[in-house]
């Protein structure tokens, strides 16, 4: 007879009579392992199985011509076969959090790499920016100065080029705009 499978039965008992000791059901994952390793330790000749009154669920006879039919060695191998697959299943949750922990140090990587290479392309422009700016103040400077030593004549030549320029564009557009009302 299969003890653990006898004592997994619905009802699930609460307790246990075994000849004349209580045990207890125990608790956790492993409990039937567990309560079926200390039924066998015992060595009963009947376990009876008990609910949380005290009545009584099932009996079960161990011995049959003095032997015991679930032996320690079994019941050992029981509880380590059931080690094995928590073991089992324990390294593939570990295996399954590495390989995802890797794909994310490989995707942050990843996008670091992007990054960096995003700011030195940026530092760069900005840079380039930076001695354009201060070229085109020292031009900007120089021709002050320049026009400061040329004297006001400078300017006013300057103001004058500008105003002359200015009024031929006027008098090339106002050319235009009569063709264009005359035609």
Not at 115 to 129: D, K, P, S, Y
Request: glycine residues 8%; negative net charge.
């Amino acid at each position: 007879m299969n003890l653990r499978g006898w004592l997994r039965r619905k009802p699930e008992p609460v307790s246990l009579m075994c000849d004349t000791r209580v045990v207890r059901v125990a608790d956790g994952p492993r409990k039937w392992a567990e309560t079926e390793a200390s039924v066998v330790a015992l060595d009963p000749a009947t376990v009876q199985a008990l609910d949380g009154t005290g009545a009584v669920l099932r009996v079960c006879e161990l011995r049959e011509d003095g032997e015991v039919e679930t032996s320690k060695e079994d019941a050992a191998k029981s509880i380590a076969k059931e080690e094995d697959r928590d073991v089992k299943l324990m390294r593939i949750v570990l295996e399954a959090t590495d390989r995802g922990a890797q794909r994310h140090s490989e995707a942050y990587r990843l996008s670091f790499d992007h990054l960096v290479q995003l700011v030195q392309i940026l530092a760069t422009r900005l840079g380039g920016l930076e001695v354009a700016w201060q070229n085109a103040m020292e031009a900007s400077i120089n021709a002050k100065a320049d026009a400061a030593a040329a004297g006001p004549d400078a300017d006013t030549t300057l103001a004058m080029g500008l105003l002359t320029q200015a009024m031929t564009n006027g008098k090339a557009l106002n050319g235009k705009n009569k063709g264009k009302a005359d035609g």
